[in-house]
């Protein structure tokens, strides 16, 4: 371990604020990347569920 | 041998294929990315020792460069994949370029942004005009190009082939990027990994460097195959491959 603590590992000497916005701007870049293709797949497969049950009709 | 490339070639071509594959593999990207970057990270933050000038700033590299490096690499794989589409026509490779784009852009953006708070207190400023940071922004904006031209164009072979001619095009700038911090010394530091030296860091910190980075490709695989089978499906959604697919997704959830 490079930090003597906890705290001294969340301020990284005074340079906290860049290091973790960094981090916290990744995860959340990250996550978009994971979660959106989920999301359209759900809408995909209602959208072509929804024309087949249209044209069955 | 020109019988199983044509066959490989046939084979890339075909939509449930590529589907059938990128589903097989994604979990092992998935798991080797997460483990890698896991581990580069946890490393990269807690473990490696600060910077002798830089301090614990320098630790944003652990992003950063992956980030960059990807957002490039992603550039010339979906300006491969135009130039493939549009020379073989082969349309699997422009349902890979136009899925391309938004991660890249993701990326090119991660770049900037954590190059920008990184310089604050390196370089006591968040933003300079400096040969590589205005060549990534380029880059960007490329990206936007490409994006914005699939959003524009109604029909699909026309925006395929602007798409992949922009993309084309644009290519000029990923050499420029590279080579930047050579040609122009303004701002950005040269290149810290090269192919013909050692790494100019110690391996403490330059080893969880590697794992990020190979983790961020693995990760960016799991982006490319979800996103390109998610237009499959639409694209192909009148075939029988697609139509027994969703039936068995639906049996499996109780739906039929």
């Not at chain 2, 593999?25 to 890698?36: A, D, K, M, N, T």
């Not at chain 2, 614990?56 to 992956?66: G, Q």
Request: glycine share 6%; net charge positive.
């Amino acid at each position: 371990m490079f930090f003597d603590s906890f705290s001294s590992f969340l301020e990284m000497g005074k340079h906290g604020l860049y290091v973790w916005s960094c981090y916290g701007l990744a995860a959340v870049i990250v996550a978009m990347n994971f979660i959106s293709p989920i999301l359209t797949r759900k809408k995909v497969i209602k959208d072509i569920q929804r024309q087949n049950r249209r044209e069955q009709n | 041998m020109w019988s199983s490339l044509k066959r490989l070639y046939h084979k890339l071509g075909s939509p449930k294929w590529f589907y059938e594959i990128s589903t097989r593999w994604s979990p092992w990207f998935l798991w080797l990315g997460s483990v890698l970057m896991l581990t580069g990270v946890v490393w990269g933050l807690a473990f490696a020792p600060a910077d002798y000038m830089q301090g614990n700033s320098f630790r944003i590299i652990y992003i950063h460069v992956p980030a960059s490096l990807l957002s490039q690499s992603a550039y010339i794989m979906m300006a491969v994949a135009g130039l493939v589409g549009l020379v073989w026509k082969m349309k699997m490779s422009f349902v890979v370029a136009k899925v391309i784009a938004p991660i890249g852009a993701s990326l090119a953006i991660m770049s900037l942004l954590t190059g920008a708070i990184w310089g604050k207190p390196t370089w006591g400023t968040w933003w300079v005009w400096d040969a590589r940071l205005t060549s990534m922004l380029i880059l960007l904006f490329l990206y936007f190009g490409v994006i914005a031209i699939y959003n524009a164009i109604e029909n699909e072979e026309m925006a395929n082939k602007a798409a992949a001619i922009l993309a084309i095009v644009g290519t000029i700038n990923i050499p420029i990027i590279k080579y930047s911090v050579e040609w122009w010394n303004t701002l950005h530091q040269p290149a810290t990994i090269t192919m013909t030296k050692k790494p100019t860091m110690a391996p403490e910190m330059f080893i969880p460097l590697v794992l990020t980075i190979i983790g961020f490709y693995c990760w960016f695989a799991v982006w490319v195959f979800a996103r390109t089978r998610n237009e499959l499906l639409w694209r192909e959604r009148r075939t029988k491959w697609v139509k027994n697919l969703l039936l068995i997704e639906a049996k499996d959830k109780g739906a039929v």
